[in-house]
Nanobody
Framework: QVQLVESGGGLVQAGGSLRLSCAAS????????MGWFRQAVGKERVFVAA????????NYADSVKGRFTISRDNAKNTVYLQMNSLKPEDTAVYYC???????????????WGQGTQVTVSS
């Protein structure tokens, strides 16, 4: 079992940058694939990015490819989402998740954080 806590959300201007962090406790994080999802008001929770246990492979939603970077530091039990060139449409609650496969579907992730709000103003 693992517990996840996100941090780093806030209000930023369009074109700006923000880095989200997800701290894991309990079971060691290195055994889990890690993912980021987001949910905008009135919308479904959707995939953003994922990284394998070894950090040798990453996956990104087309909407964030080239702008967002997912990374992990297993020694610190922390996963990050670096967000650059932010757009108003990136506004959402961002959730960290841990699972067995670094895929795009929510059902692949057994453990979820509480979420952190990201708001991008125009």
């Amino acid at each position: 079992q693992v517990q996840l806590v996100e941090s780093g959300g806030g209000l930023v201007q369009a074109g700006g940058s923000l880095r989200l962090s997800c701290a894991a406790s309990g079971r060691t994080m290195r055994t889990y694939a890690m993912g980021w999802f987001r949910q905008a008001v009135g919308k479904e929770r959707v995939f953003v990015a994922a990284i394998t246990q070894t950090s040798g492979s990453t996956n990104y939603a087309d909407s964030v490819k080239g702008r967002f970077t997912i990374s992990r530091d297993n020694a610190k039990n922390t996963v990050y989402l670096q967000m650059n060139s932010l757009k108003p449409e990136d506004t959402a609650v961002y959730y960290c998740a841990a699972g067995s496969v670094a895929g795009t579907e929510r059902v692949l992730y057994a453990y979820w954080g509480q979420g952190t709000q990201v708001t991008v103003s125009s």
